[in-house]
C-alpha cells in the first residue's frame, strides 16, 4: 500500500470529526439550504456509506456501492457518525500492510444500470477520498449559508488548488 493513502483519508476524517464536534445538533440536522436541502448530517452519512461499502466488501473482493445502508440515524445522531469515523480510521490502519496490486470488483450504477469494473485498493481510496473531499465542499456551502463561521484549515478544497484561491472554511 501507498504510504501516503491512508495517512491522507485520514487527515479529511479528522476534518469530519473536527466539524461534527464543532457544529450543533441542530446545524448537523438543518435542511434549510436549497437547492437541495441535505443537511450536513446526511452528507455525513453519504460519505460514510461508501467508505464502509469498501470495508464491507474488501474480504468477499465485491465491493458494492450501490447496497449502501443509508442509515438516517448517521445523518441525525452526531454521535453515531463519530463512532463511524474513528472506527473507520481504525479499519483504514489495519489496512497500511495489505498488497494493493490485486484487482478488485466494484460495482455502480452510472445511471444506466448496474456497472462492475476492477479497482485495485489504492484506486478505490482515492476515488473515496475524492468524493470525501468533493462533499466536502458541499458542506462548506451549506456552513456559508447558515452563516456558520467555522475554520478547519484546507476543508473542501483538493490539496492541488493553489493556497491563495483558497478562501472557505
Known amino acids: 500500500m501507498?504510504?501516503?493513502?491512508?495517512?491522507a483519508i485520514n487527515q479529511n476524517l479528522n476534518k469530519a470529526?473536527?466539524?461534527?464536534?464543532?457544529i450543533s445538533p441542530a446545524i448537523y440536522q438543518d435542511t434549510s439550504v436549497g437547492p437541495y436541502h441535505s443537511s450536513i448530517g446526511s452528507h455525513m452519512r453519504h460519505l460514510l456509506d461508501f467508505f464502509l461499502c469498501i470495508t464491507n466488501?474488501?474480504?468477499?473482493?465485491?465491493?458494492?456501492?450501490?447496497?449502501?445502508?443509508?442509515?438516517?440515524?448517521?445523518?441525525?445522531?452526531?454521535?453515531?457518525?463519530?463512532?463511524?469515523?474513528y472506527d473507520l480510521q481504525a479499519t483504514l490502519i489495519s489496512y497500511?500492510?495489505?498488497p494493493s496490486n490485486c484487482l478488485i470488483k466494484v460495482?455502480?450504477?452510472?445511471?444506466?444500470?448496474?456497472v462492475t469494473v476492477h479497482y485495485t485498493l489504492e484506486s478505490i481510496l482515492?476515488?473515496?477520498?475524492?468524493?470525501?473531499?468533493?462533499h466536502f465542499a458541499a458542506i462548506g456551502y451549506i456552513?456559508?449559508?447558515?452563516?456558520?463561521d467555522l475554520k478547519i484549515p484546507g476543508?473542501?478544497?483538493?490539496?492541488?488548488?493553489?493556497?491563495?484561491?483558497?478562501k472557505g472554511i
Open 96 to 98: 497500511s500492510d495489505m
Open 2 to 7: 501507498n504510504d501516503l493513502i491512508i495517512p
Open 57 to 85: 466488501g474488501l474480504d468477499a473482493n465485491d465491493i458494492n456501492l450501490i447496497q449502501r445502508s443509508r442509515d438516517e440515524g448517521v445523518a441525525t445522531h452526531k454521535e453515531k457518525a463519530l463512532t463511524l469515523l
Open 107 to 114: 460495482t455502480d450504477d452510472m445511471g444506466q444500470g448496474a
Open 143 to 148: 456552513l456559508n449559508v447558515l452563516d456558520e
Open 126 to 134: 482515492l476515488h473515496a477520498n475524492s468524493h470525501l473531499i468533493h
Open 155 to 166: 476543508f473542501g478544497y483538493n490539496p492541488t488548488t493553489p493556497d491563495q484561491k483558497r
Open 17 to 22: 470529526i473536527t466539524l461534527i464536534t464543532k
